[in-house]
């Protein structure tokens, strides 16, 4: 009689995962090439086992429906799933497990395309040409903020405040997500940045704006390893702060400098 050990059940399964995340990465290499030429294997490698535990979690298990879910991932940050400026993808992403979920992939990429389309405005010149002209000067103007603290009772109209940035340098987006949730994000932004020993003003509006540009959840965010070791660093505040404006930059600079996209991968 063959016996099957747990032992060997747990190997078949490794293997099986391994066989799933390569293919799964031999995807992302395909459609989301600069991301893989930027990061390497390994934090790719990071995102779609993270990607996989998430789909599952939203009954997505069909390998087509991870893959779109990846790459939703690459183009708006990984934690889109939860991010308040997306409604949408929490909506479709929540509809009952029992529905097929081939057809609520689809709906949750038809959604996601509709809503790139409307904000790719933000990241292309007259042209049509990807360009960092905007998050850079908005970065430069962030740098000229006080570093001052900001007291918890001023942080509803500090956010406020940050709203004529962000009709500046990311109109297209604003428009889109509306100004009520845009504040509420930020005054979460601002809150998070806190929860990261940033009190200051320049630490809570690059935390806030960062998150309205790059995406919920872009603190730990496996696309982009550079911000956890700057947060978490034993560094005084104002160390911390000025590594994450310049790392900033030079990941942009970096991103830019990659073979020319295809339409809307400059999002992230």
């Known amino acids: 009689m063959l016996i099957i050990r747990q032992a060997?059940?747990?190997?078949?399964?490794?293997?099986?995962?391994?066989?799933?995340?390569?293919?799964?990465?031999?995807?992302?290499?395909?459609?989301?090439?600069?991301?893989?030429?930027l990061l390497g294997p390994a934090p790719m490698r990071l995102l779609v086992r993270r990607g996989l535990a998430q789909a599952r979690r939203y009954g997505l298990q069909a390998e087509c429906t991870v893959l779109g879910y990846l790459d939703l991932m690459c183009l708006l940050g990984s934690g889109f799933d939860?991010?308040?400026?997306?409604?949408?993808?929490?909506?479709?992403?929540?509809?009952?497990?029992?529905?097929?979920?081939?057809?609520?992939?689809?709906?949750?990429?038809?959604?996601?395309?509709?809503y790139i389309e409307r904000i790719v405005p933000d990241y292309r010149d007259d042209r049509g040409a990807p360009v960092t002209e905007r998050l850079v000067r908005?970065?430069?103007?962030?740098?000229?903020?006080?570093?001052?603290a900001l007291p918890e009772a001023e942080v509803p109209a500090f956010a406020d405040s940050l709203l004529g940035l962000l009709a500046t340098y990311f109109p297209a987006k604003l428009a889109v997500v509306g100004p009520g949730p845009a504040a509420a994000a930020l005054r979460?932004?601002?809150?998070?940045?806190?929860?990261?020993?940033?009190?200051?003003?320049?630490?809570?509006?690059?935390?806030?704006?960062?998150?309205?540009?790059?995406?919920?959840?872009?603190?730990?965010?496996?696309?982009?390893?550079?911000v956890p070791p700057i947060l978490h660093a034993d560094a005084d505040e104002a160390a911390r702060v000025d590594r994450l404006f310049a790392t900033g930059a030079e990941t942009l600079r970096r991103w830019w400098d990659q073979a020319a996209p295809p339409a809307a991968s400059a999002l992230h």
Request: proline share 8%; charged share 30%.
């Open 8 to 37: 060997q059940l747990d190997v078949l399964a490794e293997l099986r995962m391994r066989e799933f995340e390569d293919r799964a990465l031999a995807h992302l290499q395909r459609w989301m090439p600069r991301h893989c030429r």
């Open 82 to 114: 939860a991010d308040p400026l997306l409604p949408w993808a929490a909506a479709i992403l929540g509809e009952p497990h029992r529905t097929d979920p081939v057809p609520r992939g689809d709906r949750l990429h038809e959604a996601a395309w509709h």
């Open 138 to 148: 908005l970065l430069r103007e962030l740098r000229a903020l006080p570093r001052d």
């Open 188 to 226: 979460e932004g601002c809150r998070r940045a806190r929860g990261h020993g940033l009190v200051g003003r320049r630490g809570a509006a690059l935390v806030a704006l960062l998150a309205f540009v790059l995406g919920h959840g872009f603190d730990d965010d496996p696309l982009l390893p550079w």
